[in-house]
């Protein structure tokens, strides 16, 4: 008789969880932006979430919490219940901070390999090699080539020491082992106007905030960071394709969850994305924000994130730098 109450009660028990996890999401599900609003990661993160909207039947609020490089709002989202109901907005930024963490010279109060768990990766971001327009250069073989001719003379201007645009530089002075004199601007505003004016001679950004310079032919577009083409640019070749083999830094953005979150609800929130990054409509706004919908499984994103990390880590450690200092 005992026996029978307790395997009614497990049932019973079983059955409840199952109808909770079941009705995920039962209230608005909010996307924690680590940047200020109208930034790139903010707007296509409401781009998307206003699309993951249709395919979850709840609200979908992006909430700004900028700050340190995006890790404000990782913590906030990493030291959350671990309910699906709050989503880590991740970019490119998290992987080399978390690549100063593996070298000794950043401390952040979660990890995002423990603390955080993927649920898949929305889109990549086309980083893009731009010069001034007097720059006496039209593709990256004549650049290595100026900047080995006259060691140190040549600036590349970026966001800010540590930020993306800063080690996309980086890895290609590394790379293309050229000497390179970095300009950290505050910001990509602040570098784009110097470049226009030619206080700097190359930056390392990307292509929605400089597109229209390219197309009017005030800045030169030299090289795309990723591995493919970008289709807004279909003739500007990539790094590989240019003579510095093996080189990629792409920005990108994917959605984290607290760890612990239900199995379920991170299913719900993967089918919920990869639908929204499905939708005509949806790519075609995305590409013109000049990003590229990835999507795939979550473990493609977990594995991918491990690579960026180690990848950081190394240029990190043979750079001397320290992100956000």
């Known amino acids: 008789m005992t026996r029978m109450l307790l395997s009614l009660l497990f049932t019973a028990l079983s059955c409840v969880a199952f109808a909770q996890s079941a009705a995920y999401p039962s209230k608005p599900v909010h996307i924690v932006v680590g940047f200020p609003p109208g930034g790139g990661a903010d707007v296509v993160a409401r781009a998307v979430a206003g699309k993951m909207n249709e395919f979850l039947g709840q609200?979908?609020?992006?909430?700004?919490?900028?700050?340190?490089?995006?890790?404000?709002?990782?913590e906030a989202v990493a030291k959350s219940p671990p309910?699906?109901?709050?989503?880590?907005?991740?970019?490119?930024?998290?992987?080399?901070?978390?690549?100063?963490?593996?070298?000794?010279?950043?401390?952040?109060?979660?990890?995002?390999?423990?603390?955080?768990?993927?649920?898949?990766?929305?889109?990549?971001?086309?980083?893009?090699?731009?010069?001034?327009?007097?720059?006496?250069?039209?593709?990256?073989?004549?650049?290595?080539?100026?900047?080995r001719s006259k060691p140190?003379?040549?600036?590349?201007?970026?966001?800010?020491?540590?930020s993306s645009s800063h080690l996309a530089g980086e890895l290609f002075r590394q790379m293309a082992g050229v000497d390179i004199t970095h300009i950290p601007y505050k910001g990509a505003a602040p570098l784009v106007t110097d470049l226009l004016g030619g206080q700097v001679e190359l930056g390392f950004v990307d292509v929605a905030?400089?597109?229209?310079?390219?197309?009017?032919?005030?800045?030169?577009?030299?090289?795309?960071?990723?591995?493919?083409?970008?289709?807004?640019?279909?003739?500007?070749?990539?790094?590989?394709?240019?003579?510095?083999?093996?080189?990629e830094a792409s920005g990108?953005?994917?959605?984290?969850?607290?760890?612990?979150?239900?199995?379920?609800?991170?299913?719900?929130?993967?089918d919920a994305a990869q639908k929204a990054l499905a939708a005509p409509d949806l790519r075609e706004?995305?590409?013109?924000?000049?990003?590229?919908?990835?999507?795939?499984?979550?473990?493609?994103?977990a594995a991918f994130l491990r690579s960026e990390i180690a990848k950081w880590t190394q240029v990190l450690r043979v750079g001397g730098i320290t992100p956000g200092s």
């Not at 990549?124 to 080539?145: D, F, K, W, Y």
């Open 83 to 147: 309910d699906g109901y709050m989503v880590y907005l991740a970019t490119a930024s998290n992987g080399i901070s978390a690549g100063g963490v593996a070298n000794g010279n950043l401390k952040l109060n979660y990890d995002i390999q423990k603390d955080l768990v993927p649920v898949v990766l929305l889109v990549r971001n086309q980083n893009v090699l731009v010069t001034n327009a007097s720059v006496p250069v039209s593709n990256v073989r004549e650049l290595i080539g100026l900047a």
């Open 252 to 270: 990108w953005l994917g959605l984290m969850v607290p760890a612990g979150t239900p199995a379920e609800a991170i299913t719900r929130l993967r």
């Open 209 to 247: 905030v400089v597109l229209p310079h390219i197309r009017s032919g005030k800045l030169k577009a030299i090289a795309i960071g990723s591995t493919r083409r970008f289709d807004g640019l279909p003739n500007v070749p990539t790094f590989e394709e240019s003579g510095v083999a093996g080189y």
């Open 59 to 74: 609200p979908v609020i992006v909430e700004n919490r900028a700050g340190a490089s995006g890790n404000i709002g990782a």
């Open 152 to 162: 140190g003379a040549l600036n590349f201007g970026s966001y800010g020491t540590g």
């Open 285 to 301: 706004r995305l590409t013109g924000l000049g990003v590229t919908p990835a999507a795939g499984t979550s473990e493609e994103f």
